[in-house]
């Protein structure tokens, strides 16, 4: 018969009770340690940082604050050097909370701006890593001719290549989302080309001696043995490549003299030493990549799993 403490916690002897809570607690335990590491620097930086201004503000008027004075003066300033943590949250929620998204002070409308760019900068991307790693597998001539460029563009700064790839479209009659687009592919194919070249090529050399054996012919070596080795290197390098699409689409629209995006704000920011919403703008563009990269990580977790892999992290 059960006892007492059985039926009250069933599974507590077994050591099998709430699993995924542990999981769970791994995961964020730590994400949050660092996150209140980050915003206690963050708040010490801001003091010293804004407290200059603070003292000649002071001193002009003839008078002497405290240190609590200081302190709170530093992080309530309307232009301050470095925003506390709280001054940008308010702004985040001001901005996107309290304006309608069609509003031209919506972080919302112009995060969309970005994101149109970037989603079409990453397909691009990812299609065109794609189409180079297939060649840079099976051709030597490409391995030993492309893969070299490949590498060799991305020492080039891409705040040097974005205006020149914006006046060159323009020329031609293409402005607009495109441009961008071009810029985040820019930034986004290179991981993709790396990790699907690694991919396609993991396979044991047992395992395409066998598929040689089974007189398969390379169409079928592709689908059956080496494209499915290569899903996992294939997300993996997604997740990077969304969140260079990210950046290439941020730096597109700052050549162009945008009105519109994370990059407009940025730029505006800038133009009135309005740091409050430069931080806002920064912080939006760091929640869209997360949420990108944790979009992948979901669709990576459900295909492995249907392909009988298990996703890591």
Do not use: C
């Not at 590491?37 to 002009?60: G, K, P, S």
Request: charged fraction near 10%; charge should be positive.
């Amino acid at each position: 018969m059960s006892s007492a403490a059985e039926i009250a916690a069933p599974g507590a002897g077994t050591g099998r009770s709430a699993p995924w809570l542990g999981r769970l607690g791994d995961r964020v335990l730590p994400v949050l340690t660092v996150v209140a590491a980050i915003v206690a620097i963050w708040y010490v930086a801001a003091v010293f940082l804004n407290a200059q201004w603070a003292e000649d503000q002071a001193r002009r008027a003839g008078v002497e604050l405290s240190t609590i004075e200081l302190v709170a003066d530093t992080w309530s300033q309307d232009k301050p050097k470095l925003p506390a943590p709280h001054q940008v949250a308010i702004e985040l929620w001001e901005t996107t909370a309290e304006k309608a998204v069609t509003s031209k002070r919506s972080l919302v409308y112009h995060s969309w701006v970005t994101l149109s760019s970037t989603l079409l900068g990453f397909l691009m991307g990812t299609a065109l890593g794609i189409a180079l790693a297939v060649g840079i597998v099976h051709n030597r001539v490409m391995d030993m001719s492309v893969m070299p460029w490949v590498i060799a563009s991305q020492t080039i700064p891409i705040l040097a290549l974005a205006p020149m790839i914006i006046v060159v479209l323009n020329a031609v009659g293409i402005s607009g989302l495109l441009p961008k687009a071009v810029i985040s592919m820019y930034l986004s194919f290179f991981p993709v080309v790396v990790g699907m070249v690694k991919g396609l090529r993991s396979p044991d050399v047992m395992l395409l001696d066998q598929m040689h054996t089974w007189n398969a012919s390379e169409s079928q070596i592709f689908w059956k043995l080496r494209l499915p080795a290569s899903a996992p290197y294939f997300f993996a390098s997604m997740k990077v490549a969304v969140a260079a699409s990210l950046v290439g689409a941020i730096v597109g629209e700052l050549p162009t003299g945008a009105v519109a995006g994370l990059g407009a704000r940025l730029l505006a920011g800038s133009y009135y030493g309005q740091t409050i919403q430069i931080w806002s703008a920064l912080i939006m563009a760091a929640i869209m990549a997360a949420l990108l990269v944790g979009l992948i990580g979901v669709l990576q977790k459900i295909v492995l799993r249907r392909m009988g892999m298990e996703a890591q992290g």
